[in-house]
């Protein structure tokens, strides 16, 4: 039988819970698939990329389309991984990754910022914005997980 699209189990990946990912370990590797991503995102096709694509690999996946439901979702249940598209209406996500940083909750949690800004001088914009690093739009979907899985092994 070979691979099984649509979830992780065919691969061995656990289902995800809500006890959330830091708990499972296997073989001293920690197990991420099951690490809950908020995604902050005003487009709605790259929501839906986003969520299908961590999806099939066993992440969970909240997702929010400006800053304050972002802002209150986080605060809600703190996620492991923040995704923050930085053109977002009212709050952008410059200023919205200092509001997720001064969440004592947030502590520790990575923010990776989603961005088609990738001129001289944005990279460090976004990490003087209080981001962790940041993806290039258009999002390379076969390229997402790893960046994911890269993002949460440094928590
Ligand atoms: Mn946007």
């Given at each position: ?8 189990l065919?691969?061995?990946?656990p ?9 499972q ?56 991984l ?11 996500g ?62």
């Amino acid at each position: 039988m070979g691979p099984t699209l649509g979830n992780g189990l065919a691969k061995g990946k656990p289902f995800f819970s809500d006890s959330g990912f830091a708990s499972q370990r296997r073989g001293g590797n920690w197990v991420m698939s099951g690490a809950r991503i908020l995604y902050v995102e005003d487009n709605f096709d790259n929501r839906l990329l986003v969520r299908r694509v961590l999806e099939v690999e066993g992440f969970s996946v909240a997702e929010a389309m400006d800053g304050p439901s972002g802002l209150e979702k986080a605060k809600e249940s703190p996620p492991d991984l923040i995704l923050l598209d930085i053109n977002l209406p009212d709050i952008d996500g410059y200023e919205l990754a200092g509001r997720f940083r001064q969440l004592p909750s947030l502590k520790g949690v990575p923010i990776i910022a989603v961005t088609a800004n990738v001129m001289k001088g944005d990279r460090e914009r976004v990490l003087a914005a209080g981001c962790d690093g940041y993806i290039p739009k258009p999002i390379d979907v076969d390229k997402l997980p790893e960046q994911v899985r890269a993002a949460l092994s440094k928590a």
